[in-house]
């Protein structure tokens, strides 16, 4: 098992109440996640794969714009 860290950037975002509650519902489950930042981690990431599974979600090769993050 690796004990190294990959490299990740950290970005804020902003959540309602209700979701932030709802995450915590999550986390007292124990299905997603130990904590809030994690249970969320865990649904973005299986949203964006599955968006891009689905077609909802394509990556054009910009040339120009590969070092632009949105």
């Known amino acids: 098992m690796a004990t190294e860290k990959a490299e990740t950037d950290?970005?804020?975002?902003?959540?309602?109440l209700a979701t932030i509650g709802y995450l915590e519902r999550l986390v007292r489950q124990g299905t997603h996640g130990t904590s809030v930042p994690g249970v969320a981690r865990?649904?973005?990431e299986e949203g964006i794969r599955n968006a891009i599974k689905d077609g909802l979600l394509a990556i054009?090769?910009?040339s120009r714009n590969n070092n632009h993050h949105d």
């Open 60 to 62: 054009r090769d910009n």
């Open 42 to 44: 865990t649904l973005i």
């Open 10 to 16: 950290r970005i804020p975002i902003t959540l309602s």
